[in-house]
T-cell receptor, first 115, second 114 residues
Framework: EAGVAQSPRYKIIEKRQSVAFWCNPI?????LYWYQQILGQGPKLLIQ????????DSQLPKDRFSAERLKGVDSTLKIQPAKLEDSAVYLCASSFLSSYNSPLHFGNGTRLTVT | DAKTTQPTSMDCAEGRAANLPCNHSTISGNEYVYWYRQIHSQGPQYIIH???NNETNEMASLIITEDRKSSTLILPHATLRDTAVYYC???????????????FGQGTTLQVKP
């Protein structure tokens, strides 16, 4: 099966600019996650979708971050305006909702550098 | 916050078994133990998970103590390609009102040496 696709692979922007990341999950996976991974740390959950509804966005900095999952498939994560501390790898993951043995499948992420 | 404690780093000789420990003393009865690993510049990869019985798959074995307060991931014959950060996570299975989200800690950096 095809894996989780993310684009772009790398992005460099200046602070106060805007940026968007795109994720295409594995076909049939109802649950989609966005994680932020700062260098040297484990991934931190930003937001979780089930189909096109938000399940958990308690760790999402809503003053600057937004995410949507239209039609319950692809998702975009946006940062506006970016800060230096937003420099990180943004990982998208998906899972099949109701399967006991269904782990999270991660994409390879988008590395964001804010200068 | 992560509910697990792992050593920061470990070394293992190529071809030998790698035993990665994890403490999860506050684990509750409906929480599972998951292991993921992350190779440099890639996203995390699922390895194995279990509730209370020992589990084995083509990648690794998971040994969970009887009181479930700790576990060990075993890579039976480590290769250089197993060099990665290994994350031990406790979480409830997705469903029945649980979100199934995974909270990652710092993990253990395993260096497999020739």
């Amino acid at each position: 099966e095809a894996g989780v696709a993310q684009s772009p692979r790398y992005k460099i922007i200046e602070k106060r600019q805007s940026v968007a990341f795109w994720c295409n999950p594995i076909s049939g996976h109802a649950t989609l996650y966005w994680y932020q991974q700062i260098l040297g740390q484990g991934p931190k959950l930003l937001i979780q979708f089930q189909n096109n509804g938000v399940v958990d966005d308690s760790q999402l900095p809503k003053d600057r971050f937004s995410a949507e999952r239209l039609k319950g498939v692809d998702s975009t994560l946006k940062i506006q305006p970016a800060k230096l501390e937003d420099s990180a790898v943004y990982l998208c993951a998906s899972s099949f909702l109701s399967s006991y043995n269904s782990p999270l499948h991660f994409g390879n992420g988008t590395r964001l550098t804010v200068t | 916050d992560a509910k697990t404690t792992q050593p920061t780093s470990m070394d293992c000789a190529e071809g030998r078994a790698a035993n990665l420990p994890c403490n999860h003393s506050t684990i509750s009865g409906n929480e599972y133990v998951y292991w993921y690993r992350q190779i440099h510049s890639q996203g995390p990869q699922y390895i194995i998970h279990g509730l209370k019985n020992n589990e084995t798959n083509e990648m690794a074995s998971l040994i969970i103590t009887e009181d479930r307060k700790s576990s060990t991931l075993i890579l039976p014959h480590a290769t250089l390609r197993d060099t990665a950060v290994y994350y031990c996570i406790v979480s409830e299975i997705h469903g029945s009102g649980n979100t199934g989200k995974l909270i990652f800690g710092q993990g253990t950096t395993l260096q497999v040496k020739p």
